[in-house]
């Protein structure tokens, strides 16, 4: 594509992001262990705890229902999962996209984890996203506005998610 044909010519600024994008983020260790803790220093969107991992909807969403499921246990490598955490994290991930599916109807999903500073990770603890992704994600709008409207507040789509994740997140103890 040549230079003058960039429909995106001009930065796009997530305003509610650009602090944390130039590193004025809340004073503590780990953001992730914050919100597990309830520290109330830091915005916490958690809608599910167990033993092994929580659940948050992501402060700054690709789209609406982008939720990340954490380790409860602050872990930076994903090498140093224990089995059950490996699996359960995948487990719920799995039943997360279900839940999703059902309640925003996405046409796929991005699913994935940065580790380590130059892969992406802004954040140490390890965590999954789950985004789900649309058709029509790149529209009218977007190309003419040369931004992307998010449609669902964050409450709004905490709301729709709490009353349901019960019905799709299953929980049993674990063996060890």
Known sequence: ????????????????????????????????????????????????????????????????GHLMVIPMRHVEDFQDLTDDERNRLFEVVIMCQNMLQELFHPTGFNVGYNQGKYSGASIKHIHVHVVPRYNSELGFIDIVGKTKIILESIDDVKNKILPKISQFIKHEKTKS
């Open 1 to 64: 594509m040549a230079e003058d044909e960039n429909i995106f010519k001009d930065h796009l600024i997530a305003i509610g992001k650009l602090n944390y994008a130039r590193g004025k983020r809340p004073d503590v260790d780990c953001i992730m262990c914050a919100v597990r803790d309830d520290n109330p220093t830091v915005t916490s969107l958690k809608i599910y705890t167990e033993d092994l991992l929580f659940i948050c909807l992501n402060l700054y969403p690709y789209n609406p």
